[in-house]
């Protein structure tokens, strides 16, 4: 098994631009979620989804969309990039039957 | 919501030494769990814990739900060990997949 693949590892964009950041698992796991990683904020969570065609918002939401198609794919959309999304993102998924938490990676992210 | 915060916010260790990593919760939990980052910034799950005690080689860890804390013990510190630990809880009632985390300790071991 791959785990929790994230891709691309680095990117930087200029602001007002959008794009997509991709994350992927392999082990079937029905809860998927993202978080960004600030200096010194620890890990908060930005969107999450307990299944296919299910997602809900978690603490900083705002400037972000996403969708759950399928069980494997969980991608996170940047609308319009600002600044203040310069961070490092990470994935992360968890079994229906195990509350243990797999991360992927990270998505280090620069918007000047 | 709930508030998970952490002590001490950095720690340094000469190898070989012990330490314990503390993480206060303000929330009743059914899950709570402990990663360690390493300094590459991968997240490693080390144990899920939001009752009682688990140990895994030279680390362990306990929670004590009714007082809300759960400890994290690193025995004979290795350099390997450096890193960001985190304290990671989901309250009760909570959205399934929904982790708050706490700040961190950072942890060196020198040689």
């Known amino acids: 098994n791959a785990g929790v693949t994230q891709t691309p590892k680095f990117q930087v964009l200029k602001t007002g631009q959008s794009m997509t950041l991709q994350c992927a698992q392999d082990?079937?796991?029905?809860?998927m979620s993202w978080y960004r990683q600030d200096p010194g904020m620890g890990l908060r969570l930005i969107h999450y989804s307990v299944g296919a065609g299910i997602t809900d918002q978690g603490e900083v939401p705002n400037g972000y969309n996403v969708s759950r198609s399928t069980t494997e794919d969980f991608p996170l959309r940047l609308l319009s990039a600002a600044p203040s999304q310069t961070s490092v993102y990470f994935c992360a998924s968890r079994g229906g039957s195990t509350y243990e938490q797999y991360f992927g990676p990270g998505t280090r992210l620069t918007v000047t | 919501g709930i508030q998970v915060e952490q002590s001490p916010p950095d720690l340094i260790l000469q190898e070989g030494a012990n330490s314990t990593l503390r993480c206060n919760f303000s929330d009743s939990v059914n899950n709570l769990q402990w990663f360690h980052q390493n300094p590459w910034g991968q997240l490693i799950n080390l144990f899920y814990?939001?009752?009682g005690t688990k140990q895994n080689g030279r680390l362990s860890a306990t929670t004590v739900a009714t007082e809300r804390y759960s400890l994290l013990y690193i025995s004979s510190s290795q350099t390997t060990d450096s890193g960001v630990y985190f304290c990671?809880?989901?309250?009760?009632?909570?959205?399934?997949?929904?982790?708050?985390f706490g700040k961190g300790t950072k942890l060196s071991v020198k040689p």
């Open positions: 082990m079937n796991h029905e809860y």
């Open positions: 990671a809880a989901q309250p009760y009632g909570g959205s399934q997949g929904n982790l708050i």
């Open positions: 814990i939001p009752s």
